[in-house]
């Protein structure tokens, strides 16, 4: 039974921060890609950020030098920090294994007011 849960959503004043959490069960965690997603109402779903088995991040221009991505095999779980939030990064932020995507979250509600 393979699960992904994401937290951390929530609303913040433009230039603000949040980090998001994806906790994992069911998969052989330390050897998957990894990877964060968004979808704003009326677009397409895009790749925000991922990060590999052996830790290379990879991120979308709009994102990079602003988003960190990261992951603890430990806690079987990947994170998003992101800073210096913009009203255009809102969005339904979901975590996700592999590309393309073969398991996903269910998603959590970033609100990034101006």
């Known amino acids: 039974q393979v699960q992904l849960v994401e937290s951390g959503g929530g609303l913040v004043q433009a230039g603000g921060s949040l980090r998001l959490s994806c906790a994992s069960s069911?998969?052989?965690?330390?050897?998957?890609?990894m990877g964060w997603y968004r979808q704003a109402p009326g677009k397409q779903r895009e790749l925000v950020a991922q990060i590999s088995s052996g830790h290379i991040e990879n991120y979308a221009a709009s994102v990079k030098g602003r988003f960190t991505i990261s992951r603890d095999n430990a806690k079987k779980t990947v994170y998003l920090q992101m800073n210096s939030l913009k009203p255009e990064d809102t969005a339904v932020y979901y975590c996700?294994?592999?590309?393309?995507?073969?398991?996903w979250g269910q998603g959590t509600q970033v609100t990034v007011s101006s």
């Open positions: 996700a294994t592999d590309t393309p995507p073969r398991y």
């Open positions: 069911g998969i052989f965690f330390s050897a998957n890609l």
